[in-house]
């Protein structure tokens, strides 16, 4: 069983930057990719950013040149730094991981969400 646990979230002024963090713990082998992707009231889950092992990102265009992603192999951590935030960040923001637990199998796993606030 593997286990991702966020922090980082709260409420900021629009133009704030947060930072995100999740790490992962338990039954890890190695660590594929990793990501976050968030939900807003009335909307369904959408991803924001990912990376994977090679160090390849993928952006949603709505936060691209605003929002960083990044990670610490050694910790099994994500980062994701949001700049620039805007009231329509608002949102539950999940960490996922594709995380493979023997050499052979690997699932994917989520986190139980870190509330995001953007105040106009």
């Known amino acids: 069983q593997v286990q991702l646990v966020e922090s980082g979230g709260g409420l900021v002024q629009a133009g704030g930057s947060l930072r995100l963090s999740c790490a992962a713990s338990?039954?890890?082998?190695?660590?594929?990719?990793m990501g976050w992707h968030r939900q807003a009231p009335g909307k369904q889950r959408e991803l924001v950013a990912a990376?994977?092992?090679?160090?390849?990102?993928n952006y949603a265009d709505s936060v691209k040149g605003r929002f960083t992603i990044s990670r610490d192999n050694a910790k099994n951590t994500v980062l994701l730094r949001m700049n620039s935030l805007k009231p329509e960040d608002t949102a539950v923001y999940y960490c996922?991981?594709?995380?493979?637990?023997?050499?052979?199998?690997?699932?994917?796993?989520w986190g139980q969400g870190t509330q995001v606030t953007v105040s106009s």
């Open positions: 338990g039954s890890i082998f190695s660590i594929n990719a």
């Open positions: 990376i994977n092992s090679g160090g390849t990102t």
């Open positions: 996922n991981a594709d995380v493979s637990e023997t050499i052979w199998s690997h699932n994917n796993y």
